[in-house]
């Protein structure tokens, strides 16, 4: 069975998260968030980006928890 999805969300980077969940792509772009297309998205967390377009992280993770429930991660 493949890797379930991460409970320390908030320290997986955007770019992490989007290379192993491709689905969590609508969830930023739902939030008006450019993270897919940016160039930090390896390097910055979850609740940075969330900082950073001043989004609450606890319902951007969860929106994305519940985006990609289901499915098997990208190896």
Known sequence: MANAFPEELSKLTVGELLR??????????DYKMNCPACPIAPF???????????????????????AVTGAEPVQ
């Open 20 to 29: 192993r969940w491709p689905a969590a792509v609508r969830i930023f772009l």
């Open 44 to 66: 910055m967390t979850v609740d940075e980006a969330a900082g950073e377009y001043g989004v609450d992280a606890a319902e951007l993770r969860r929106d994305i928890a519940r």
